[in-house]
Each structure stands twice: as structure tokens, then as C-alpha cells.
């Protein structure tokens, strides 16, 4: 643990650069912000002021838990690329999600990198496979993607490229640990890694119900917020289907057969293009948030994570 308390570097200073340097600074890491302008770097660090009040405000500090004051005087910022990732132990990587930029912003990364820091992308889409192998460093890259907000919903996928060495994955992992994020490592790449793959198999069948009209854009929403993601919340599909018989060799036992009745049931894959559909769920979404207020309901949500979140951590204590 002592050699990973280093440096980091956070590249790209937008929604997700700011939140990640929140999370280091609060669990007492330096931590230098880079960006390409310094009228970015100022915003971010307003941004990352308030994130760390927030935590302050709600018990929910990271890790060694600094308060929002010293853990504000442990950031610092820079427009130059290679003063960032000098001394750097861990590279946060969280800028344009695009395929193109990051094969040659990458080299630039590659450059300047410390032998031995990890070099990691939050990139939601794209494997590390596909702009890391012509890199000196390449076994040093993974992807490091978290869920959005960071702040509170503490999950992060680790992926690696076929290249990337063990040691890396898991002193990544423990960095994570260490600012109270909740790594899962995947074994190998996979198209959408985990969360987005379960994101859309979910998203798939709830938009083919409402285009097979169903159950409405509403009522499909309440199955979950009321039903299902009471559930999952404290407990995965797999501890859940352990749960709901005398364990999951009986539950298997009993349910296998309905449940590939459903499973084979299912439609193709939609194109999500259908405007039909589109203009069904625009209708019945932009009633209960209208898309002019989007702020508001994003802050909204934002404040019933802030609840859960307490209150998991309360229930693991
Ligand atoms: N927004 C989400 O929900 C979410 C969730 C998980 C992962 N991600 C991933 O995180 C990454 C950043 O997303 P975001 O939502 O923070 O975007 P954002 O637009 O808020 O921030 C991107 C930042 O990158 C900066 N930037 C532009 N060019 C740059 C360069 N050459 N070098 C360094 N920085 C540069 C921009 O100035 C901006 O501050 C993306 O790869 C995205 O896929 C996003
Ligand atoms: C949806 O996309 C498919 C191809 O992805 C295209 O063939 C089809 O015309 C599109 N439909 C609409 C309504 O835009
Ligand atoms: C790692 C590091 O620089 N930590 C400093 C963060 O800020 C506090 C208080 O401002 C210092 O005591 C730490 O040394």
C-alpha cells in the first residue's frame, strides 16, 4: 500500500475527470488535474470544490477520509501534459470518448507516462485493445471505467487489454480500494465490458415491451423502481434467484424451464431507431421530467443516490 500512495494524474478535467479527482483528493492523494485549457481547469476545480463539500456534508468522505479544505489544497492544475503525468504513479485518463483521438492522444500519453504508473481509461466504450498495442507501455494500460455519478455510485469495472500484466490489474484494483471505489475485475475484454452489457440486455426487453405495447412507458419504469431495483440494490440477480428458493441449485431446479420459455420469446434485437417507440417514450418521459428541466431532475436524482448511498454504507457497517 505505501508505494501506491503517489501522485495522481486525472487527464481530462469534464463530469467524470472532476468526480475522479474528488475521489483521490478526499482519500489523501495528491492529485494534479490536466486539461487542454486553463478556463476548463478552473471550472473543474469549482466543480471538485463542491464534490468534496458534498461528501463532507453527508459522511461520505473516500478512504482516509480528508476533510473538503485539505483535501482541496492537495489538488493542483496544469495545461502541460508531460508536468502531469510527471511523478504520476496512477493516470486517470478521462477525456473525448472517441476512437480516433485516443489512438493518437495515447502516443502522446505514452511519451510522458512514469515506467511504472498505471495508465487507465474511463472510457465507457472503447477496449484498450484497440489504442493501446503499439504502446512502449502497453502492459501498463487498462480501462478503469466507473458508473455515473462516480461520487455515489461506486462500482468500476476494471478491463484489460490481452496485454495488460496481472500486476497492474491489481494494484489498480487495490488503488480503487483504497478511495472506497468497488472494482470488479473482468477476465478478459468483452464488447460493452459488464455494466453495459446487463445495462442493454435490461434496456433491450424493456423497450420491446413498450414497443409491443405491453406496458406503458411509466408502468415499466415502476416495475423496476418498485419491483426489481428494491431488490438489486442490496443484492445481485444471482444472490437474488439464491433467495428466492432454498438456494440456487433448487431455484434453477424449479424455475429452468419457464424461464427459457420467456428467453426464447423474446423479439430481435430492436433498432432503437423505430419512431414510434421514440415518440411513445419522449411523450410519456418529457410529462413527468420535462427536457427543459433536465438539471433539475438530474440534481434530484442526484440527491436520492446521496440517500442511498448512506444508507448502504450504514447497513455495512
Ligand atoms: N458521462 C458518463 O456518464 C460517463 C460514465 C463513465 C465513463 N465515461 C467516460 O469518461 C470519459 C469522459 O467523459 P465526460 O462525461 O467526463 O466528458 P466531458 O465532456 O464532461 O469531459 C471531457 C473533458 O476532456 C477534455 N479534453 C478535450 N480534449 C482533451 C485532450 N486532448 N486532452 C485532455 N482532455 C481533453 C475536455 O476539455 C473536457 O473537460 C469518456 O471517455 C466517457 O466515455 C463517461
Ligand atoms: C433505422 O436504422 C436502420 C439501420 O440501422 C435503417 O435501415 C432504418 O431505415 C432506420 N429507421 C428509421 C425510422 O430511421
Ligand atoms: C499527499 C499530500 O500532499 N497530502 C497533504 C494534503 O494536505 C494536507 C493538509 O493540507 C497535508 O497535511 C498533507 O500532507
Request: hydrophobic share 40%; proline share 5%; glycine share 6%.
Amino acid at each position: 500500500m505505501a508505494d501506491n500512495r503517489g501522485k495522481i494524474a486525472i487527464v481530462g478535467s469534464g463530469l467524470i475527470g472532476s468526480s475522479w479527482a474528488t475521489i483521490f483528493a478526499s482519500a489523501g492523494y495528491p492529485v494534479q488535474l490536466y486539461d487542454i485549457k486553463e478556463e476548463q481547469l478552473e471550472i473543474a476545480l469549482k466543480n471538485v470544490k463542491l464534490n468534496l463539500e458534498l461528501l463532507d456534508n453527508n459522511n461520505l468522505r473516500r478512504g482516509v477520509g480528508l476533510p473538503a479544505s485539505e483535501a482541496i489544497s492537495n489538488i493542483t492544475t496544469t495545461i502541460n501534459l508531460e508536468e502531469a503525468l510527471k511523478g504520476a504513479i496512477y493516470v486517470q485518463e478521462s477525456a473525448l470518448e472517441s476512437l480516433e483521438f485516443r489512438l493518437e492522444f495515447y502516443k502522446e500519453l505514452d511519451k510522458f507516462v512514469e515506467p511504472n504508473a498505471i495508465l487507465a481509461s474511463s472510457t465507457s466504450t472503447i477496449p484498450a485493445s484497440k489504442f493501446t498495442e503499439n504502446l512502449k507501455n502497453r502492459e501498463n494500460c487498462l480501462i478503469v471505467h466507473p458508473v455515473n455519478p462516480p461520487l455515489f455510485c461506486p462500482l468500476t469495472e476494471l478491463v484489460p487489454a490481452p496485454w495488460t500484466k496481472q500486476e497492474i490489474i491489481d494494484r489498480a484494483a487495490e488503488i480503487m480500494k483504497s478511495v472506497g471505489q468497488q472494482p470488479v475485475k473482468l477476465k478478459k475484454e468483452a464488447i460493452g465490458f459488464v455494466v453495459n452489457r446487463v445495462q442493454f440486455a435490461l434496456l433491450t426487453e424493456v423497450y420491446r415491451l413498450v414497443a409491443d405495447d405491453v406496458i406503458s412507458v411509466d408502468d415499466i419504469d415502476l416495475v423496476m423502481t418498485s419491483g426489481l431495483g428494491m431488490r438489486y440494490a442490496f443484492h445481485g440477480p444471482l444472490e437474488t434467484i439464491h433467495l428466492n428458493a432454498f438456494g440456487v441449485r433448487d431455484y434453477l431446479r424449479r424455475y429452468r424451464e419457464g424461464i427459457k420459455k420467456v428467453v426464447d420469446d423474446f423479439g430481435p434485437t430492436p433498432e432503437f431507431n423505430e419512431s414510434d417507440v421514440i415518440d411513445k417514450l419522449e411523450k410519456a418521459l418529457d410529462a413527468k421530467m420535462p427536457t427543459s428541466d433536465i438539471r433539475k431532475f438530474q440534481a434530484d436524482r442526484e440527491s436520492k443516490l446521496i440517500e442511498l448511498a448512506k444508507l448502504k454504507r450504514q447497513l455495512e457497517q
